[in-house]
Each structure stands twice: as structure tokens, then as C-alpha cells.
Nanobody
């Protein structure tokens, strides 16, 4: 199982970015994918997840971030709108969470696989 994030970069406050998580060695039909982030000096937090029939968002991103997936492309997307400086972090995707609600409780390191991360910087 392999995952690779892309799409990070530098954006001004209020701007948007779309992150991609391309997976190989398994199909999205059978596994949930979670997005985690780690800001400088802070613990890693789970912020979103997409499963077979469900989606989950942490309160910190609810209403601003949208998770989706393209099974044919083996890719999960995280559309991030109205970005704030506090969204600055390294963003990781990981699998398999099982129920998506677990993204807020299970450490990424306890999952089967995760990517190398992509840096998102929100600054003017």
C-alpha cells in the first residue's frame, strides 16, 4: 500500500488549494482515507476522512474543507477554501481508518500506511 500527497504550496489568507492523495497497491473501493496535518510545534491532528459511504470533518476545518474521491483515478482530494494562517502545516493522507470518525482519535502512526506529506503555508 502506497500513498502520495501533492498540491501543497504557498497561498495567501482567504485563498484556496486542492491537495491530492494518489494511492497504489489497493483500491479506494475498500478502504477509508484520512487526512492529517501537523503544524510547527503542535501535535498531528486528523482533520478529514472519506469512507465507502461517509465523510468526516474536524471542527477546525468544517465548512471550509471538502473531501472527495475519484475511484477510477485512485485519488482522494482535499479542497481547502478560506485558508487561514493556522492551517499552515504538513498535510498527510493515510489508510485504513475503518470508520471515518476514528480520524479524530487514532494516531496516524497506528494505521497501515501513509504518505510523505505535502507542505501548506498560508501567509501574506
Amino acid at each position: 500500500m502506497q500513498l502520495a500527497e501533492s498540491g501543497g504550496g504557498l497561498v495567501q489568507p482567504g485563498g484556496s488549494l486542492t491537495l491530492s492523495c494518489t494511492v497504489s497497491g489497493f483500491t479506494l473501493d475498500n478502504f477509508s482515507i484520512g487526512w492529517y496535518r501537523q503544524a510547527p510545534g503542535k501535535e498531528r491532528e486528523g482533520i478529514s476522512c472519506i469512507g465507502l459511504t461517509s465523510k468526516f470533518y474536524a471542527d477546525s476545518v468544517k465548512g471550509r474543507f471538502t473531501i472527495s474521491r475519484d475511484v477510477a483515478r485512485n485519488t482522494v482530494y482535499l479542497q481547502m477554501d478560506n485558508l487561514k494562517p493556522e492551517d499552515t502545516a504538513i498535510y498527510y493522507c493515510a489508510t485504513d481508518l475503518g470508520p471515518c470518525s476514528r480520524v479524530s482519535t487514532i494516531p496516524m502512526e497506528e494505521l497501515d500506511a501513509w504518505g510523505q506529506g505535502t507542505q501548506v503555508t498560508v501567509s501574506s
